[in-house]
């Protein structure tokens, strides 16, 4: 706000006040407002604009008038000053910093001096822009609208027609051609702006000048919104060709750098030998035949979906799927940087940043969610580990082309490491399979508790139970076979459902042996107890006579005892259970243990 600090000061706000008396409250006394007001203390003004007590004042005689509703100064059209109500609807009294120019931008100027204007009087209550050579604008109050008019052969060049008349040539118009003007027929809409702006600030259509770094930040930042127009990134040449693809640094096969990022392992079917995954694939490339606009430092640029169907993107083939089938959840194109920024032509009315596109990498992430084929090595289940992958492929059409970038590349697990049967391990990019085919490798290693507490643990507490078969009396021969036979039966049913929840292999698992080894055993308990009273009795009918046992008593007296067959089935069941059943067991199991660590 205008706030005088000597009479020159006051008398000259007054002669450039005179144009706008009838413009401001017509037929009122009170017209402009000034920078000064009372409102927090009664008598005492000050400036607004910086809030302190004014030094010099030109208040008619008699007034301020003062009072609780009088807190803001207007000056009157003689130049005096009043109070009056904050609420009364007035002009404002504005004081603009001096630029050194004013310029106009949309043309075709030879130099930047030509596009050089200023304030240069008043004409039918408007003010006129003087350039510095021979154009000026000026107010054509007949036909209402604001001409460009070139003094040397007295033409209108251009013409623009505010919405309201009140408003000024000042900002980003369109302006209508009213002669050939740099190539533009009369009669062509072309887009001028004139404004005091900087050629590295934004011009909003108002003639605000804004920072560039304001532009497009989906933010509105000048008061009409302009700042958010027109905020397309990509700028393409009319000799794009969308089908071909770019070519690298000195005219080289283009490299494209790959981003593989698992995010989550959905499930795992050990049955199908398959996993389902989600994940994003985001090759990063450049495109020397194009340019950006409003790149924001340190944060990517989103590229609408309209300007993505326009350019160029890579194309590839997901190998290892299972049925061929996939999802595709979400597509997103961006800028990952923004180097070297350049300001357009002097002339161009749009003052937008210029980004080469050999100097920024573009990136498409494409997210996904897919079943994978894995092949699944149950040799050492269940302490197993499983590489699976995701395998891309270039199509062949662009064998010398484009090849994936060998160096450089990400590989990486965003998701929960600890799954419920496996855990996530050793996540990395493989690209050595050649320049055409990429991988991301994954290994799943299984959580053996759960296999143990199911599986082992059951096994080993039967075959203890049909150890303890053996401790019971030879007689009870019904109690021992049929507790034997039901630990073989139980045993059989806990291998048979194990092997249902496995894919079927013609390889031989180590657990596999395990239970073999179990079911061995069990059988051979089975058979001592049928058949050992049968061995022993036909053992006994082929010798002559039973074994003579000669013992001596303390006495001296000597007795002659011979074996009986009841006695010889337990010492032989007993040898049986002590010295061959465990052994054997803990040997197997140790042979068994040493396989799988050393596998």
Partial sequence: MAVPSSPDDNNHLHKELQPFYETCQPGSLYKFYIGIADEAEEGVWVNINSQKQIVYDNFRASHPRGGRIHNCGHIFPGGDWSDTSCATELCGTCHVDRSEFLYLRGLCFPTEQKMYFRLGGYIEGRPLFRGYFDLIILWEDISLRWLLKSIENNVTMAWFSPHERHHYPIGRHTWTTGDLVCGFHSGTDIALSLSSCPHDMFTCKSGFCLDQR????????CLDGSDEDDCGVVVIDSSYRRHLPPRGPQD????????????????????????????????????????????????NTLILEEEVKQ??????????????????????????????????????????????????NLSIIHQYTARFTCAFDLYVYPFDV???????????????????????????????????????????????????????????????????????????????VSWATLFVKQEALNVRAIMSLTTLLVLYTLFSNLSSSMPNTAAIKLIDIWFFLIILLLFFNIMVHIFVEFLVH?????????????KVSPFGRVFVQRETSTARVERIVSTYRTYIFPPTFLISTVTLGVMMFLI
């Fill in 214 to 221: 304001y532009r497009c930040n989906f933010r509105y930042e």
């Fill in 252 to 299: 080289t096969t283009l490299l494209l750098t790959p981003t593989l990022t698992l995010t989550r392992i959905a499930g795992i079917d050990d049955i199908s030998m398959a996993v389902d995954l989600e994940f994003i694939v985001s090759p990063t490339w450049r495109d020397d035949r194009l340019s950006f606009n409003h790149l924001h430092p340190n944060t």
């Fill in 311 to 360: 350019i160029w993107t890579p194309k590839y083939q997901l190998v290892n799927l299972e049925g061929g089938q996939y999802e595709l959840l979400d597509e997103t194109m961006v800028v990952t940087t923004s180097n070297l920024p350049s300001l357009p032509d002097f002339n161009a009315a749009k003052r937008d940043f210029v980004y080469p596109g050999a100097s920024n």
């Fill in 386 to 464: 499983q590489v699976c992958s995701i395998d891309l492929r270039l199509p062949w059409t662009y064998n010398d082309i484009v090849e994936f970038s060998r160096t450089g590349g990400v590989g990486s697990y965003t998701g929960q490491r600890d799954l419920s049967l496996y855990t996530v391990k050793n996540v990395r990019l493989n690209s050595e399979s050649g320049p055409d085919q990429l991988s991301l490798k994954f290994e799943l290693h299984r959580r053996g508790g759960l296999v143990l507490l199911s599986t082992f643990v059951p096994s080993v507490l039967l075959l203890l």
């Fill in 538 to 550: 036909r053992c006994s009918q082929s010798t002559e006579g039973a074994p003579e046992t000669i």
